[in-house]
Each structure stands twice: as C-alpha cells, then as structure tokens.
C-alpha cells in the first residue's frame, strides 16, 4: 500500500509539473557579456546631439542620463566600458550597423530596426517645430503645406519620421540637430524641427522665433545594440525595466536638471 501511494504522490507531481511548467530561465547575464563585451570592454554610443540625453559637463565629460545608464550596466555586467561621442543620432545608428560600438541610446524608428535590437523605452520626449516670430503658421498641422521648408538633422528621428509624414513641404537636412536653427536662420527657411527643449534653449539664445504650440510627434528613446545580438537586447530589456522601476531613470533626469522628459511606462512599444 506504501509504494502505491508513492506512486500516485509521484505522478501526481509529474502531472502538476505538466499542467505548470516550469518557468523560463531568465536571460542569461554571460550570454550577454560574451555579445556587449566581445572586444574587452563595453564600447557605449552617447549622442550629444540630444541634450536630453547627453551633454558635456564642466570639465567637459559626457554627463547625462545615457551615460549613467551605460557606467551601471557596465558595472553589472562586470565590463570597463568605453564612452564612444557622437554629435548627431545619424553617425550612432552607423555606428551600430559597423558594430563599431556595443551599446547606443537612440530613438526608436522601423528604419533602424533593419540595422538593430531595441529594449522597450527608458524615456518619452517631444518633437517640436520653431518658425520666426513674424510667421503665419500657428499649428503643427499648418506645417505641411507646399513651398513651406522645414531644417532638420540628417537622420535623426525627426528625419526619419517627417520624411514618412510630410507630403507637401519639404525637408532641408543639416549636419547635425544642434546646428538645426542657426541653418534655418542662415538659409532664411520657414520651419526647424528637433528636441523640444533644444528649441527653446535655442529660441533663448537668438531671440525674434517661437516655438509652435504642443508638439509634432513622441519620441520614445531605448537602449540599442547592433543586429543578432538577441542576448544582450534580452538582458539590457530586463536591465531598463529595473531602471525604470526602481526610479534610477527619474533620479538621473532629476540629476542633470532635464526637463519635459518622462520616464517611459513599464514595457512599452517596440520597432
């Protein structure tokens, strides 16, 4: 009767554990290493042409949000790691496709998703439009019409998105996203489009412009790493949900005096 009712606990086990399987191992953190630190160290991407996200401090060193982002994964992943600078969102995502850097922090956009994995976003910013202060455009909406030019950096997110959606102006693409409104003056053009708050940092600095009212478009920002690397895209996706979470990405942004950025939602789309 002993051993019947040893069998029967053990099946009953066997049948539990086919009802409820076990869970998935979560990724695995070597697997990660081995993709972000193939080279030695871990190689980040910062963008300075996003003062949301980077900026040169006083001793002239990359500070921000991304940076402290990379020096704790790094530190996590028991990596040195290597702050690769960049003056536009372009010369990232080519950086990334050569496999020149292990880690960015870019925008997402399907454009890209050709050339890289995604975390889900960290943070949301905005994308505005600036117009001289005599201008007749009053709305995002009366910014695509014919004849109307608008600046913009060479293949930063407001590229990539404007030229999908605008259908009758036209964009006039500058190097960079900081040098966007001194062109715009320069080249005597009708609109600049960029980060929200480097607009108005910008309207500041050289006065007579204004921004439009609200915003053209949601930028959500995530963690990238070059394309295959499933690995590390796994555990840098758990890594910025923790982030997240635990309020390190509002600490930082909080930090660097960053403002009209939001902490992304737990989860969240991705390309």
């Known amino acids: 009767m002993a051993t019947r009712r040893s069998f029967c606990t053990a099946l009953g086990a066997a049948l539990a554990g086919c009802a409820n399987p076990p869970a998935a191992p979560g990724p695995s953190l070597g697997a990660a290493r081995a993709e972000l630190g193939g080279g030695g160290k871990l190689r980040a991407a910062i963008n300075f042409g996003n003062p949301i996200l980077a900026s040169r401090g006083p001793d002239g060193a990359p500070q921000g949000v991304s940076v402290d982002l990379a020096r704790e994964a790094a530190r996590r992943l028991d990596l040195p790691f290597e702050l690769v600078t960049f003056t536009s969102a ?57 004849g109307t030019r608008v600046a913009v950096g060479r293949g930063s997110a407001y590229d990539l998105f404007l030229t999908r959606e605008l259908k009758n102006a036209s964009l006039v693409r500058v190097p960079t996203s900081p040098v966007v409104v001194d062109e ?47 690995a590390a895209q796994a555990w840098l996706s758990g890594f910025i949900e923790e982030m997240k979470a635990s309020g390190f990405v509002a600490r930082a942004l909080q930090q660097h005096g960053i403002q009209g950025a939001a902490v992304a939602p737990p989860g969240g789309a991705r390309s």
Do not use: C, W
């Not at 910013?125 to 995002?140: D, F, H, K, T």
């Not at 489009?193 to 607009?199: D, E, I, P, R």
């Not at 915003?215 to 690397?229: D, E, L, T």
């Open 184 to 230: 715009f003056l320069k080249q005597e053009l009708e609109v600049a489009a960029g980060v929200k708050q480097q607009l108005e940092a910008d309207a500041r600095r050289v006065g007579g412009v204004r921004l439009l009212p609200g915003r053209f478009m949601v930028i959500h920002q995530a963690m990238g790493v070059p394309k295959g690397r499933t």
């Open 90 to 146: 372009g010369n990232v995502v080519e950086a990334v496709k050569a496999k020149q850097v292990d880690l960015a922090f870019v925008a997402i956009d399907p454009v890209r998703a050709a050339d890289m994995e995604y975390t889900a976003p960290y943070v949301i910013i905005e994308g505005a439009y600036l117009v001289r202060n005599a201008s007749a455009l009053q709305r995002n909406e009366e910014v695509d019409r014919a």
